[in-house]
């Protein structure tokens, strides 16, 4: 086996490892939010759970196989760096849409609290605000 073609098979199992890694915790942690937003429907927030998490991996499985652009002439050492770049664009890439979707995740926490608030008022339950583990 070629040299360049190893490297690439490490970085698709790389890839792949670190993206499994971030869908079970994504998954895991992000239950806590979706189960305050969607209060008594806890079917639903495992359900939109779940949804996420599916698009989460394909979506970046994809991303990162659209990444790696393989050379059969490549050295091990050009694969290399090559792979490393190309990994860091990735590590970058989900970080950023990390980000996104806690911006959006909070942003509909929020509204759902307000909402929640507005109907507390009315003689309904009152409001409770979820405090989030400590890790």
């Known amino acids: 086996m070629n040299g360049a073609i190893a490297v690439y098979v ?4 790389l890839a792949i490892a ?18 305050d937003v969607f209060r008594s429907q806890t079917d639903l927030a495992a359900y939109v759970s779940r949804l996420l998490v599916t698009g989460f991996l394909v979506f970046t499985v994809g991303y990162a196989l659209l990444l790696l652009d393989i050379d059969t002439n490549a050295t091990a050492l050009s694969a290399l760096r ?5 990994f860091g664009l990735l590590l970058l890439s989900l970080g950023a849409m990390h980000s996104l979707n806690m911006l959006i995740l909070l942003q509909v926490r929020r509204r759902a609290v307000n909402r929640h608030a507005a109907t507390a008022g009315r003689g309904s339950e009152p409001v409770r605000r979820t405090r989030l583990p400590d890790r």
């Open 18 to 35: 670190l993206i499994t890694w971030m869908g079970i915790l994504l998954h895991r942690d992000g239950q806590i939010f979706l189960h």
């Open 82 to 86: 090559s792979s490393v770049r190309r």
């Open 10 to 13: 490490v970085y698709v199992l």
